[in-house]
């Protein structure tokens, strides 16, 4: 049930996003776990458990999975800049259901549970995308994910 949920919500995105939109970076783009993250100015950890990170080249949505936290679904537009160096996620709204979403605003007190701290902005350098590990850095906190 869970990989027919995900397999849907994959199918959903490419379409939403324009099936004649190839992947801009095949690598990053897809279906992600967050395992942990640190914060940089305190180098804190934070384990994290079943949240997930969808990513297109048009639309990503971070959201709980089978979680018990309540940490809510949130959508946003994606793109890369510096020649694809760096992922930037903008203007996270909260989610109606798979990429759509409400129009109001994600409040960022719950972003920051994925590693995110701010509404309008995040840039993430990609730091590593590679045999199924991705590891993301701005300026609030490096994110390590596992490829789902």
Do not use: G, M
């Given at each position: 049930m869970k990989h027919l949920l995900i397999t849907i919500i994959i199918i959903t995105s490419?379409?939403?996003?324009g099936c004649s939109r190839a992947p801009i970076r095949p690598d990053v783009e897809g279906?992600?776990?967050l395992k942990y993250f640190t914060l940089v100015e305190i180098g804190e950890k934070v384990e994290c458990s079943n949240l997930y990170y969808s990513i297109t080249n048009a639309v990503t949505?971070?959201?709980e999975r089978m979680g018990s936290n309540g940490y809510g679904a949130y959508v946003s537009r994606t793109e890369y800049r510096d020649n694809?160096?760096?992922?930037?996620?903008?203007?996270f709204k909260v989610s109606g259901g798979l990429t759509a979403d409400t129009g109001e605003d994600?409040?960022?007190e719950d972003l920051r549970h994925y590693g995110i701290n701010s509404q309008e902005e995040t840039v993430?350098?990609?730091v590593e995308c590679k045999k199924g590990k991705m590891i993301l850095r701005s300026?609030?906190?490096e994110l390590v994910l596992?490829?789902?």
């Open positions: 490419a379409v939403l996003a279906f992600w776990k949505q971070v959201s694809e160096t760096k992922l930037a996620l903008r203007d994600a409040p960022v993430f350098d990609i300026d609030y906190a596992e490829k789902f």
